[in-house]
């Protein structure tokens, strides 16, 4: 069946470094692919998303990139900060679905 | 306040003793879904609904049950719990095809002994 693969399933940067959390997707059909972060304890809540029809797109100090040819998804977080620790989530559908397929997780540690 | 309330929060149960997680969104959304999150497994949709008397299976269906009778409400039912159906459950609503974003609950902890 689709499948969604993440790594690392830990990560641990210096605060001021990039963290790069990477996803891979079996389905074809898939055409939008959201991150999410989930803070211990708490919701996840959706940070940033793109769509097929784009390669790249950025909010501030978070980026996503998508290579559709190689079926992968990036997340890319700049200048980490110690707010940015918690467990990222990226998914894919495919659009009028509504059936997601979420990776197993990054926990992010920015150390101090 | 726009939000998705879902009940109980935390339950401890017995197997084979049915009940209901409700789930309610006031923000008029089409569809709704429900996940379960067990470590090192991430999210896993269990069921979800594009809009009222309109549901479908998700990747872990069995155990579960669902309806949409109104557009607010999707109530998540275990007619029989089994201690491997124990986990943090998140329902989650969203506007439809033109917005992906979902917003989801704060969670229901489930215990089944």
Redesign the interface.
């Known amino acids: 069946?689709e499948n969604v693969e993440?790594h690392p399933?830990t990560l641990s940067v210096q605060e001021g470094d990039s963290a790069v959390i990477k996803c891979t997707y079996s389905d074809s059909a898939s055409n939008?692919f959201?991150w999410y972060k989930q803070e211990l304890g708490k919701?996840?809540?959706?940070i940033i998303?793109i769509r097929s029809n784009v390669g790249e797109k950025k909010d501030q100090r978070i980026a996503v990139t998508l290579n559709k040819t190689a079926k992968h998804f990036s997340l890319h977080i700049t200048e980490t900060q110690p707010e940015d620790s918690a467990v990222y989530?990226c998914?894919a559908?495919t659009?009028?679905t509504?059936?997601?397929?979420?990776?197993?997780?990054t926990r992010l540690k920015v150390l101090a | 306040e726009a939000q998705v309330t879902q009940n109980p929060r935390y339950l401890i149960t017995v197997t084979g003793k049915k009940l209901t997680v409700t789930c309610s969104q006031n923000m008029n959304h089409e569809?709704m879904?429900w996940?379960r999150q067990d470590p090192?497994?991430?999210?896993?949709?269990i069921y979800?609904s594009?809009n009222v008397e309109v549901t479908?299976k998700?990747?872990v269906p069995e155990g579960y049950k669902v309806s949409r009778k109104e557009k607010r409400n999707f109530p998540l039912i275990l007619e029989s719990p089994s201690p491997n159906q124990t986990s943090l459950y998140?329902c989650a609503s969203?506007p439809g095809?033109r917005s992906?974003?979902?917003y989801?609950?704060?969670?229901t902890r489930l215990t089944v002994t």
Do not use: C, H, N, V
């Open positions: 069946g993440q399933s939008y959201p919701r996840p809540q959706l998303d989530f998914a559908s659009s009028g509504y059936k997601y397929i979420f990776g197993t997780g | 569809y879904s996940y090192g497994l991430g999210l896993r949709q979800y594009m479908d998700g990747d998140f969203s095809s992906g974003e979902q989801f609950g704060p969670g």
